[in-house]
């Protein structure tokens, strides 16, 4: 019965990547539930498992894949590449309603700038605070600060190295769970009370599902405004990490 199940699980490598993945998720979301009483977002704890999964599977294989290297995992590979991921950012950037975003006004559009350029710019010097000097890298580091899509996607465009691009995941990773963690905290020294605040907060941050988390803990209403802003920046960063962001940093250090 079992070799049944690992052959069928083989040859349908995609099917049991959505299994495996929808699995973590209802785990995480438990954990966020009940161990951190929502402090945490479900998504977070799954990134961490799955990091922990893939560092496993890596050991266990000897390959440079994660879990992607086991045979009966092979589809997490396909489910994790770039297609599946682009069509993640076009998915959401079609839930994105014109008319409402426009009600951010100005402020927004400012904070929405600021919440892009200066995490990149942090992202960028701690790169090169610790050794990476060169443009591709400082750049794909920084974009991972913006959020942990922009980092890979940016340095893909560029022709960043597989471990370069991981960092730039765990900056976006660390980025999102200081900001799930700390919006409770913070929400009275910024004034979390109105929609307006929440799209400036959703601007600044960055992060949706950082914004989103640390907003639901706040107040349950201000969420879809935050995320609203916030979700621009995952489209914003692929575009102007591989190209204004990199042409600067490449001026800055050449």
Request: one cysteine or more.
């Amino acid at each position: 019965m079992l070799e049944l199940f690992e052959k069928a699980a083989a040859h349908n490598g995609l099917v049991t990547a959505f299994a495996v993945v929808g699995l973590i998720m209802l785990v995480s979301v438990a954990l966020s539930k009940y161990l951190t009483l929502g402090r945490v977002h479900g998504s977070a704890i799954a990134i961490v498992i799955g990091l922990g999964l893939a560092y496993w599977g890596g050991v266990h294989s000897g390959g440079h894949k994660g879990l992607a290297d086991l045979s009966l995992f092979g589809g997490i590979g396909l489910m994790g590449g770039a297609m599946l991921r682009d069509f993640a950012i076009v998915a959401t950037a079609f839930e994105v309603q014109a008319t409402e975003a426009r009600k951010a006004g100005l402020i927004g559009l400012v904070a929405l700038m600021l919440g892009v350029v200066l995490p990149f710019l942090v992202g960028a010097g701690v790169a090169y605070a610790f050794g990476y000097s060169d443009a591709v890298s400082m750049t794909t580091i920084g974009a991972g600060a913006v959020t942990y899509i922009v980092g890979p996607v940016t340095g893909a465009a560029i022709g960043a190295s597989s471990d370069v691009m991981a960092l730039s995941i765990a900056a976006g990773l660390i980025k999102a769970i200081l900001v799930m963690v700390g919006t409770p905290a913070a929400a009275r020294f910024l004034r979390l009370k109105t929609p307006r605040s929440a799209m400036v907060f959703g601007g600044l941050a960055g992060t949706v599902s950082g914004v989103s988390a640390g907003l639901a803990a706040t107040d349950r209403k201000l969420v879809p405004y935050g995320a609203l802003v916030a979700t621009f920046h995952t489209g914003l960063g692929c575009l102007l990490g591989p190209s204004l962001l990199f042409f600067a940093v490449k001026a800055v250090v050449a």
